[in-house]
């Protein structure tokens, strides 16, 4: 079988993959798991990664119950079939920064260039589906998950961070969502544009808690002065663990009070996703045709 369980028990970035269909680990592991709360990272258009995933953890639980922490379309070959899919089984899952980019082309306040959702735009349910998507959260919680797209900002606690992805949401969901997008993708100061950035783009933070966008690699690689978000952040100590995903250099790993869920599959590597009771962590290798590089 194409897929391995990695067995985490602490918080060491290291860990040890295991491929199920060798026999190293036994399916009756997962004879008591009847529901399943899988949280899944960035999909970006992986479609034939994702229905092999899926395939895969239906033989883990009697019953999925999916979380995708967003980015579902982009750079992979086929944002249609994956957005279709989701609207099709009412897809839990919050927004990504490429799912924004996705509704700002529709909406046509966005430069139209280096993407791959040209089948997406031209499909005759297009405007469905982004009608879908922008109806999405940002942010989604419960008594002991919390799941964003990038991350939280150092200095808010989980009730401002959920107070102010309901506002977003709200903006997104009504009439004046395209003049939203303009100023999201204008970079404006509004405390709502700040606001989505960081929920949808954030992993450094400088010696001020300032959210730095530009560096994109390994939080071990990063210039002197920046940290990544979550070693900084006041909500990460509210005892939820908070499920994020955007940033493939940094992969999955189990952090204090995080886990982040990027695999990198559209960059030839692997999908990942996390059982939320157990932790339990299954990752898809790449299928061939999905990554982009």
């Known amino acids: ?121 031209a499909a005759h349910d297009c405007a469905d589906l982004a009608d879908w998507l922008r109806h999405q959260p940002l942010l989604l919680q419960d008594e002991s998950e919390v799941m964003v797209h990038a991350g939280l900002h150092p200095e808010w606690t989980l009730e401002q961070a959920h107070a102010l992805s309901r506002r977003i949401e709200q903006t997104l969901q009504g009439s004046g969502w395209r003049d939203f997008l303009t100023a999201v993708f204008a970079r404006s100061a509004d405390p709502l544009v700040e606001a989505v950035n960081c929920l949808t783009r954030i992993r450094m933070v400088d010696a001020n808690d300032h959210p730095e966008y530009a560096f994109s690699g390994a939080p071990e690689d990063a210039p002197d002065g920046l940290r990544p978000w979550y070693e900084r952040s006041r909500a990460l100590k509210a005892g939820r663990t908070v499920y994020f995903g955007h940033w493939a250099a940094l992969g999955h790993r189990r952090l204090p009070h995080a886990i982040s869920l990027d695999g990198g599959c559209v960059w030839g590597r692997e999908l990942v996703a996390v059982e939320a009771s157990s932790l339990e962590v299954f990752t898809e290798p790449a299928a061939p045709g999905d990554p982009c590089a």
């Open 1 to 121: 079988m194409l897929w391995s369980c990695i067995a985490a028990s602490n918080f060491a970035a290291e860990t040890l993959h295991r491929s199920l269909g060798h026999g190293d680990v036994g399916m009756d592991r997962f004879e008591e798991l009847v529901v399943g709360r899988f949280i899944v990272g960035d999909v970006q258009g992986c479609y034939r990664t994702l229905e092999r995933l899926i395939r895969h953890l239906r033989s883990a639980a009697d019953e999925v119950e999916l979380w995708l922490a967003g980015d579902l379309v982009n750079r992979g070959p086929d944002s249609l079939a994956v957005l279709r899919w989701a609207l099709e089984e009412e897809v839990t899952c919050v927004l990504g920064n490429h799912d924004l980019y996705f509704l700002a082309l529709v909406a046509g306040v966005a430069p139209s260039k280096g993407h791959t959702l040209g089948d997406l735009l």
